[in-house]
């Protein structure tokens, strides 16, 4: 499986934009980028993915490199509900295809 | 829509019981599930892939006769953690998907298992 480097943690004010990076620079041609968080005690959620262009929808916008060796997950204004782990995932394009998790990116938000 | 309904959230029991999670997809049907485990302050471990009508597929390093799946019909998939142990104190979490319909997968709300 491709891996996915994240910074450990990142900080933001809340209603200011979130830049959320994420490098994949062995990724293969098929794989799609996913983004998930995870609140405290609860399962992950599904925010965007994407695959060569860039997405939008109502939670946040994936912007991909055009190399797609990196991408950004954008929160345009952040609330003090985007609090969570936010976790980058290369998958392939199986309807079967596993999500492996790394690490994440622990984003805090204060007011 | 891509509903998961997981059950219980939280179990407590005994060392050397077994404890039986449910997950259910709401509003669709899933030929695969996926079960995961995470302990404190970690990222969630794949331990399988539960498919439908067939054997479950287990990654590395996971006892596959501790941790029972079945998956007998296409909106229910079970773990099993036979003879707990207090070092099986995790929280589970399912997940299930309809990727081909542009969405990711959707996961369960985890359950909180505590071996004492």
């Known amino acids: 499986d491709a891996k996915t480097t994240q910074p450990n943690s990142m900080e933001s004010n809340e209603e200011e934009p979130v830049h959320l990076p994420c490098n994949h620079s062995t990724i293969s041609g098929t794989d799609y980028i996913h983004w998930y968080r995870q609140l405290p005690s609860q399962g992950p959620e599904y925010v965007i993915h994407g695959l060569t262009s860039n997405v939008n929808n109502r939670m946040a916008s994936l912007a991909i490199a055009e190399d797609r060796k990196s991408s950004t997950l954008i929160l345009h204004r952040a609330t003090l509900r985007d609090a969570a782990v936010y976790y980058c995932i290369l998958r392939g394009a199986g309807n079967t295809d596993k999500l492996i998790f790394g690490t994440g990116t622990r984003l805090q938000v204060f007011p | 829509g891509a509903v998961v309904s997981q059950h219980p959230s939280r179990v407590i029991c005994k060392s050397g019981t077994s404890v039986k999670i449910e997950c259910r997809s709401l509003d669709f049907q899933a030929t695969t599930m996926f079960w995961y485990r995470q302990f404190p302050k970690q990222s969630l471990m794949l331990m399988a892939t539960?498919?439908?009508?067939?054997?479950?597929?287990?990654e590395q390093g996971v006892e596959k006769d501790k941790f029972l799946i079945n998956h007998a019909s296409l909106t229910l998939s079970t773990l099993t953690v036979t003879s707990a142990h207090p070092e099986d104190s995790s929280f589970y979490i399912c997940?299930?998907?309809?990727?081909?319909?542009?969405?990711?997968?959707?996961f369960g709300s985890g359950t909180r298992l505590t071996v004492v």
């Open positions: 539960s498919n439908e009508g067939s054997k479950a597929t287990y």
């Open positions: 997940s299930a998907g309809a990727p081909w319909q542009g969405r990711g997968y959707t």
